[in-house]
């Protein structure tokens, strides 16, 4: 507990002094009138406090999500008040739907002004509701520090998520007497259920008499820090396992029970299997609509097991026969102890004959094509080869994030960091910046999208500012290509509002001093690749890649798992 | 499963700023209306308790309370049918006073009802009647026609017929996080 008894400091500084407390050295934000009194403490602050000043509020959340995402700590956003914390909403939705710990904190009109639609007034409490962990808003400089402590702690603990704090402009002004001390608790919050090993006894009599498993792993091994556990649980029990995507990178893509992805653009055995296990074990994962299909449809033989710490998800979208709740980590050491091991021989087999006619139909035509065009899949191929599977991959929304996580090649756990559940365009750029800042140590190579990359291209200047050492992967194809694939697929080729016409983007990225280079040529893509991991500088790639190519295999909306299309 | 019942959801609340709207806001983002809301104080001291009346199948019910109760503030969530609780709703009817005196069989209809006058002025008088919905309505469509100045009714108020032992489950959070 830190006391500072009969020395009273501003709300502002508390603020400050709350984050130190918390192990907080980096904060993304953009200030504003509102919160000025904050940001004059960060001057004061800055040999403590890092502020990196990204070029919109928005991608001061994505920043901070990527950070939390390779750091395993929670991200800070900041922002003032009005737009400035609209600007902030949808990463806070991102952030919510994908589990990531976030605090953001805003500052917010004098209190004797709220309600009187004053200067940059919005009403951010009411607005981030539905999409935050929690939020308040402090109007009394005496509340920050136990307000602070407890939105750290709700972020971080049990199931993450991001926290909104607002604070009125008067209390970060107003002098009090600072005291901290970190949250331990809160009354009516149960982050983590208590294990019951009766659950854990019944999975694993249900795993035990299992002839053809599957494991589905997501996020929650990651967030859970269960990894080792994880690996333990299936090196053991012997069972195939298959991702979603936000689990990606939690078992490294070349072991040997790793048998690739489920979910609408997923790989083929992964989700026909899905249809035809006995024992479906489910492992920190929602159920979400891509990864299902038709709910009707879906696993309706199999026995589903399924190990979750957020109780509102057991049976939400599948019903589960066997729950397990808690955090897996715990769970899946005690399930381990429990299993049995068997080698399945004949059950793999399946995966691998639908890997054969996957790789003949999909893969040798994505990743080692012999037509004109370049295709997405080989600039992901090509990354591996240079990265050697070590880097962190970072991508947007739509063809190129499924191309690149189908076939990006991982070594360990927390090396992909991508806009899951929300689908936010935009958010690979500066989330790339975040992910390098959180694993300054390691390569991040952001895959982007020409659609996505110009919603959020101007956090080219927080890279430039700070020189921060990501690599940027632009896959041109000048077109919004999966609106377009859907549109080719689904609504008669009627592009409508797909195509782009696209500026000349190594000339922008030259413009904010970083190198930069185009490729359009399979010749030269290998080179250029290789040019650009081997920078220590940020870089920036175009690959001009095939128009018109599709994303497969694809399960169309409403369609069951085991209709996968392979074309 | 699927059918559509009446289900009455109790929340036992932290007394926050803004709870209401995270609470309400579960309801819209499923497209979901209240049939009735009410809150006041619970049993216990600083918690407070919604009472939400809603029509839904019993899976969406379950579903909604499991997000309610997720939370943070929120202390614990429940599910009732109508048989599981004991409930009522109350009701206002303002009444010109001419007609209390010129029409007879209105004294009746209060007896009958088991209403109570709540007050008496010159101009107006105020009748109470607490009961069920169709017991209230009952007696707002037999007022009507006498001329009903304004009429109000409560959201619905419930109580379990089971025991709902929050004080054990704020124990029980006390005693895990000291852990």
Partial sequence: ?567 | MSEFTKYTISIYTENNIGLLNRVSAIFLKRHINFISFSTSQSEIPDVFRFIIVVSMTETGVKKITQQIEKQIDVIKAYYHTDEETIFQESALYKVKSSSLFEERQIQNMIKDSHANIVTVSPEYFVIEKTGFRDETEELREALAPYGLLQFVRSGRISITKEKMGISEILNSFNQQNKD
């Avoid at chain 1, 970190?182 to 919050?189: A, L, Q, T």
């Avoid at chain 1, 897996?328 to 299993?339: D, I, K, Y």
């Avoid at chain 1, 250029?528 to 018109?548: G, H, R, W």
């Fill in chain 1, 1 to 567: 507990m830190e006391n500072q008894a009969n020395n009273p400091i501003s709300g502002a500084e508390a603020v400050i002094r709350c984050l130190l407390a918390e192990g907080v050295d980096l904060i993304y934000g953009y200030p504003g009138g509102a919160i000025m009194p904050i940001y004059d403490e960060l001057y004061k602050y800055s040999d403590d406090l890092t502020h990196i000043l990204t070029r919109h509020e928005q991608g001061a959340t994505h920043s901070a999500q990527g950070y939390a995402r390779t750091s395993g700590k929670v991200g800070v956003a900041m922002a003032t008040s009005g737009p400035g914390a609209t600007n902030l909403v949808t990463g806070i939705a991102d952030a919510q739907i994908d589990s990531t710990p976030m605090v953001c904190i805003t500052g917010q009109v004098a209190s004797h002004l709220l309600g009187s639609d004053a200067f940059q007034e919005t009403d951010i409490i009411g607005i981030s509701t539905p999409v935050t962990k929690w939020n308040f808003q402090i109007t009394k400089a005496s509340e920050i520090p136990e307000i602070m402590a407890k939105a750290f702690y709700i972020a971080r603990s049990g199931r993450p998520g991001p926290v909104l704090i607002d604070i009125t402009k008067d209390a970060q002004f107003e002098l009090f007497d600072y005291s901290y001390e970190k949250c331990k608790g809160v009354r009516s919050y149960v982050p983590t259920p208590t294990l019951d090993p009766k659950q854990v006894e019944a999975a694993a009599e249900a795993i035990n008499k299992a002839k053809k498993p599957m494991i589905i792993w997501g996020q929650g091994v990651i967030l859970g820090k269960a990894e080792e556990e994880f690996k333990a649980f299936v090196e053991t029990s012997g069972i195939p396992s298959v991702w979603t995507i936000l689990g990606l990178s939690a078992l490294p893509t070349k072991h040997p029970l790793n048998f690739g992805m489920v979910g609408m653009h997923g790989n083929y055995g992964p989700n026909v299997l899905t249809n035809e296990c006995d024992v479906l074990i489910a492992i920190g994962m929602r159920f979400d609509d891509r990864v299902t299909g038709n709910l009707e449809t879906y696993a309706k033989q199999a026995t589903v097991v399924h190990l979750e710490i957020d109780p509102a998800e057991i049976s939400k979208n599948v019903k589960a026969d066997f729950p397990v709740l808690g955090n897996c980590r715990e769970s899946l050491a005690q399930l381990t102890s429990l299993v049995k091991h068997e080698e399945y021989a004949e059950w793999k087999q399946l995966f691998a004959d639908h890997m054969a006619i996957e790789i003949k139909e999909v893969i040798n035509g994505d990743t080692l094509p012999t037509k004109d065009g370049l295709t997405m899949g080989e600039v992901i191929v090509g990354i591996n080869k240079y990265t050697k599977g070590d880097a962190v991959i970072v991508t947007d929304v739509g063809q190129h994030q499924m191309i690149a996580c189908r076939y990006a090649e991982f070594v360990r756990s927390k090396s992909n960091v991508t806009s899951g559940g929300l689908g936010t365009m935009g958010f690979a750029l500066p989330a790339a910046i975040g992910a390098k800042m959180g694993a300054p140590d390691r390569e991040v190579v952001a895959v982007i999208g020409d659609g996505g990359y110009q919603m959020t291209i101007q956090e080219l200047g927080t890279i430039f500012q700070n020189k921060t050492a990501v690599k940027i992967v632009v896959l041109n194809n000048d077109y919004l290509g999966m609106v377009r694939q859907w549109q080719q697929l689904f609504f008669d080729k009627r592009y409508a509002s797909t195509e782009m016409t696209n500026p000349d983007f190594v000339t922008i990225a030259k413009g904010y001093h970083i190198d930069a280079q185009r490729v359009s040529k399979r010749e030269d893509l290998d080179q250029a690749i290789e040019t650009m991991i081997a920078s220590d500088k940020p870089y920036f790639l175009e690959v001009c890649v095939e128009k018109e190519a599709n994303v497969f295999p694809m399960i169309p909306t409403g369609a069951s798992v085991s209709d996968i299309r392979l074309k």
